[in-house]
C-alpha cells in the first residue's frame, strides 16, 4: 500500500519536478554565460590596451542567431563580416552564434549583470520593452541618418523597435500576411479576378464550395493560425491599425463597434464553410500541406511560407493577393506584420562608435547580399533589382511586390497582449470554428480576460 | 528485517543515496509546488505573495476549472469501468482459450506503442470521411452518413472519443494483470468446488472473482492514477481543444503555467492534483480493505 500511494506521489509531482529541471538549467547558463562574458571582455581590453595612435584595434562581439552553416542567413553573416574585417583591419568581429532559444537565455542572464555584447539580438515590441527599460540599448538614431540606412526599411516597420521616439533596433525581416491562392482551382470555380472586398471574397468562398472544394486550408489546432487571420480582419475593420494599443490605453474596449464587426465577419466565414472540416485538430503543418498538395484553395499565412509553396506541386499554380477590405473599410496595403529579431547595440559598449559604423555598414549591405542568395522574400528592407533576372519564381517576384507598398499594420495578438490574456483570446477565436456565437460575448470574454490579467 | 544480520549504520549508508534522490526529486519539489502555489508569479519577474488567492480563483473564478476536474474524473470512472470487463474477459480466457498467452501478447500490442503514435493514429481514424478518416469511411460504406460527424471537433463528443482511446490502448495492459491474477488461483480450489457440484460461471462467481480481489483492485488504482495524470493523449489528440472542451486537469496545468505563464495558478492546479491524487488514493484502498475481509 505504501508503494502504491509512493507511486501517486511520483506522478503527481512530475510537474513539480519540471520546476527543478528549468531552475538547473538556468543556473547552467549563467554559469556559461558569466564564462563567456568575461574571456570577451579579457579580449576587448587587450585589445584596447595594445591600440597606440592612428587606428585603435578594437573587438566587436556579434552575439547572433544563424548558427546553420546550410541557411542563407549564416552565409550573409559571414560574408559581410568578413568583406568589413577586411576593409578594416583594425576591427575584429567576434561572432557569437547560438540557437534562437540559448540567445534568448543568454542574453536575459547577460542583461542581469549588465554585460550585454556590443551587438546582439531582440524581438520587437513588448518582448524588448524590458531591456530597454533597463536602459541596456545605445539609441540608433544618429547612425540610421547616416548613410541613408533609414530609408531603406519598409515604412512603419522601425516603429515596432522604438521607444519614445528612440530607435533602439533594426529589424533582420520582417513578413507580411498575405492570401496565397491556387489560380486552378480559382478557374475552375469560375472565378475571374481576384476579390478585393470581403462581399466579394465571401462570396468567392461559396463559390469554390459549391463546387466542392475547400476554400481555404487552416491549421486551427495550433489557435494562432484563427487568430492571425482574426487580426486581419481586425485591422480592416478598426480602419487601420491600432486597435489593440487603443484597448492598452484605456482608449477603446472590446466591446468596441470594431471588434464585434470584425467577429461578425469571422463569423460568417466559418459559417459560410470556408475552412476544411474538423478544423479545429488539424495542426498547422498539415492544414499548410492541405493547400500545398491542391486540396484547398486558399491559404490565408505569412510570407515565410512562400519557400515552401514555391517548392511544393502546387508552387507553379500559386498567386497571391492582398487580404481585401472588410465592410468597405482598411486600407489593403495595411499588412499583419511580423517583424523579425532585431540587432541592438549595448549602450555600455566600449567601442560604442565603431559597433555602429559596423552595424551601419552591416544593415546596408544586408539587402544586397540577401537578394544575392535569393533570400529577398521577407526582408525588412526594401530590396529592388530584378528578381526575374536573378531567378526568383514568379511568386516569390509576386510577394516581393507587396511588400513594396507595405503602409503598416499591426502585430499579433499575442507579440501585444499579456500571455494570459493571449490565451483567453486564442481559446475564444478557436470556439468559434466549432459553434456559433454572439460577437458581444466574444467581446465580453476578451474584455474580461483583459481586465482580470491587467 | 535484519536477518543478515547486518549493523544498522551499514543499511543506512547503502539506502542513503537512493532516499536522498527521492527526497529531492518527489519530497521537495511538492514541497517546493504548494509553495509556488501562493504565489502570483510569471516565472521571469519576481514573485509576489498572495496567499490563497490562487485557490480561490481556480475555486470560484475559473470557468475552465471545473469542467477540466469533471473531465479528468469521468476519465477515471471510464477507466476503472472497464477493469471488471477485463476481468471478465480473463477468465473467459482462462477456461476456454488453450493458448491464451497468445492471445493476451496480442491483447498488449497497443499498449507498447508510444502515445503520440496512437493518438496520431486515432486522429487519422477520427478524421473527415474526405480527409481519409477511416471511422467515417466506414459509416459511409454502411448507408450510415447521418452519424458521420467530425469526431474531435464536435465539443460534446470529443471528450468521449478521448475516452475511447485510452480504453483501446490500456484494455490489453489491465487484461494482462488480470489473466496473470486468474491464473495464479490455485486449481485445487476449483477442483474441490466441482465436486461440491460448482462449475462454470458458478465457480467464476464465487471462486474467481473473489480471489482475484487483491490484483483487481491494482488495476483500478493504476487505472485511476493514469486517468488523474491524463495528458499526452489529449495534448497529442485536441491539445485541450476546441475552446477547452477536452481539457483536463493537467492540460489546464500545462496552459496556465507554460502559454499563460502563470505560473503560480499553474502549481495551485498542481497541488489541487496531487491532493486529489492522495485523497481518492487512501478511498480506494479503503474500500478495498473492507472488500477483500469480506471475501477472505
Known sequence: MVKKSTKTAAFALTAAA??????????????????????????????????????????????????????????????????????????????????????????????????????????????????????????????????????????????????????????????????????DMFAQAGITATPTTYEEFLDDVKKIKAKGMTPIAIGEKDSWTGSFLFMNILLRTNGGPGFLQDVLDGKKTFKDPAFTDAVSAMQDLIQAKAFEEGATSIDYNTGGNLFKTGKAAMMIMGTWETGAIDSSTVGPKVGVFKFPTVNGKGDPDQFMLAPGSAFAVSANSKHLQETKDFLNYFMTEMPKKQFELKNAVGSGQIITGDFKAAGYSQLAQDVLALFQNVKGGDLAFDNTMKPAIAQAHLSSIQNMFVQKVDPAAVAAEHQSAFDSNK | MNVLKVPARTIAVFVLPCLIIYIGLVFVPIIVSIYDSLLDWDSINKAKFIGLDNFKTMFAHDANFWPAVRHTLMYAVFSMLEIPICLFVAALMNRYVKKANTLVSIYFVPVILSTVIIGQLWKTIYNPADMGGMLNGILNSLGLESWTRSWLTEPKIAMYCLYFVSLWQYFGYHLLIQFTGVQNIPQEVYEAAKIDGAEGFKSDWYITYPMAVPIFKISIVLAFIGSLQQFDLVWVMTGGGPAHATDTISTHMYNSSFLSLKYGYGSALATFLVFVCLVFTVVINSVFKKVEAKYS
Open chain 1, 18 to 183: 519540471l520546476l527543478m529541471g528549468a531552475t538547473a538549467c538556468g543556473s547552467n547558463n549563467a554559469n556559461n554565460t558569466s564564462d563567456n562574458a568575461n574571456t570577451g571582455n579579457t579580449g576587448t581590453n587587450a585589445g584596447g590596451n595594445a591600440a597606440a595612435g592612428g587606428d585603435k584595434n578594437v573587438t566587436i562581439t556579434f552575439q547572433n542567431i544563424y548558427p546553420d552553416p546550410a541557411t542563407p542567413s549564416y552565409k550573409m553573416l559571414h560574408s559581410i563580416v568578413d568583406q568589413y574585417q577586411k576593409d578594416h583591419p583594425n576591427v575584429k568581429i567576434e561572432l557569437d552564434s547560438l540557437n534562437t532559444d540559448q540567445q534568448k537565455l543568454k542574453l536575459k542572464t547577460q542583461a542581469a549583470s549588465k554585460e550585454v555584447p556590443d551587438i546582439t539580438i531582440v524581438n520587437p515590441a513588448a518582448q524588448m520593452k524590458p531591456f530597454v527599460d533597463a536602459k541596456l540599448f545605445a539609441p540608433l538614431n544618429d547612425m540610421l541618418d547616416q548613410n541613408g540606412l533609414k530609408d531603406t526599411f519598409q515604412k512603419g516597420l522601425l516603429d515596432y523597435y522604438s521607444f519614445d521616439n528612440n530607435i533602439y533596433a533594426l529589424p533582420d525581416g520582417n513578413n507580411i500576411e498575405v492570401v496565397y491562392y491556387n489560380k
